[in-house]
């Protein structure tokens, strides 16, 4: 039997497609958005790949709410190979949101994360597997050279540089969430609830045992990308705002700063005056200084806001994430509804 997903070039399912996984040695878990062109060649290779490492496999398809038709080609595929859990979420809700729900279904003893644009080839899960096997729980790729634009990786390589000044360590720029790690780091992850998150960050701060390996970086296989300048920005800020609160403590710095010369400037036009009798001068200067400072006091506040503004979305108590739609999922695993096939349901696992 032969599937033709979105119109792409037949290729032969594999006979072990029919069969039932039991419990899978490996999952991938890939987000899906704008990929509709790229996931029969993703799966075809992701298939060749993993039965060279292992029968025992699964693949953890989540659309996060594309445009494009890229839900239509997975349940194509679904369909004709029980090995591939198919996820559809309700609404665009972030990549990283279509991850953790990746993660809640995902049953292998050990996960791989990557993206669905081909950018990260499948054939390097072999590396990232081997590294694993060599005692590690989590192993990341690094990307010495990316195929970006010269724009985005000078935007990209400032932005570390600033978010490691903010958190007090370096990081690596060429470290991407496109990793391996173990059942027991993928159970602490499910336990993060929070709303403002980053996969390879939370991971990081679970500080189990990380390996590093160089890995190869592709060109996008087809289409482009959906990140644009003010994406970019929003998700630098409120990465920046989850993961460090060194902002406020610069905000009150400079505060101090402010109102210590402020003070010292200030006794010295009192010296002047009783000492000379010279009064205090320049109108200009002094309404320049109010619009400053006003300015300022604003960006503080702005500051403050954003950080206020996390803490009541994390108080709302709402879930990651909806799934519409799923197919292939275990029955453990399927949402609990008054309805034969639940359409909408809110999951929340704890494990």
């Avoid at 690094?142 to 540089?161: D, G, I, N």
Wanted: proline fraction near 5%; include cysteine.
């Amino acid at each position: 039997m032969e599937i033709v997903p979105g119109g792409a070039t037949p290729f032969p399912v594999s006979p072990r497609a029919t069969a039932a996984v039991a419990r899978p040695h490996i999952s991938v878990v890939v987000p899906l958005y704008r990929c509709a062109d790229c996931i029969p060649e993703l799966y075809r290779r992701l298939v060749a790949t993993l039965e060279s490492l292992t029968p025992a496999f699964e693949v953890v398809f989540v659309n996060d709410a594309s445009p494009q038709n890229d839900w239509g080609v997975v349940v194509e595929l679904a369909k004709r190979d029980r090995r591939l859990k198919a996820i559809n979420l309700s609404r665009n809700f972030g990549q990283h949101y279509a991850i953790a729900a990746g993660l809640d279904h995902a049953e292998g003893d050990w996960v791989v994360v990557m993206d669905g644009d081909l950018q990260d080839p499948p054939e390097e899960i072999a590396k990232l597997y081997a590294k694993a096997q060599e005692g590690h729980d989590v192993v990341f790729g690094r990307k010495p050279v990316r195929k970006h634009s010269a724009f985005k990786r000078v935007t990209s390589r400032a932005f570390t540089r600033v978010l490691g000044y903010l958190m007090g360590e370096p990081l690596d720029n060429s470290v991407t969430h496109f990793s391996i790690v173990s059942r027991d780091v993928v159970l602490n992850v499910r336990r993060f609830k929070e709303r403002n998150r980053s996969y390879a960050f939370l991971v990081r701060w679970l500080g189990f045992d990380t390996g590093y390996i160089q890995v190869e970086h592709h060109d996008r296989y087809a289409g482009t990308g959906s990140y644009n300048l003010g994406r970019l920005v929003r998700l630098a800020t409120d990465l920046i705002v989850s993961q460090t609160e060194k902002p406020l403590r610069l905000t009150i710095g400079f505060g101090f700063c402010v109102a210590a010369a402020a003070f010292v400037w200030g006794l010295y036009l009192v010296i002047r005056y009783l000492l000379g009798g010279h009064p205090a001068e320049g109108w200009t200067s002094v309404i320049v200084s109010i619009y400053l400072l006003g300015g300022l006091g604003f960006v503080a506040l702005g500051v403050v806001g954003l950080y206020v503004g996390r803490v009541f979305g994390e108080t709302k108590g709402r879930p990651l994430y909806v799934v519409r739609e799923a197919l292939n999922l275990s029955a453990a695993e399927m949402p609990q509804s008054a309805d034969p096939v639940p359409l909408v349901t809110q999951i929340e696992r704890n494990s």
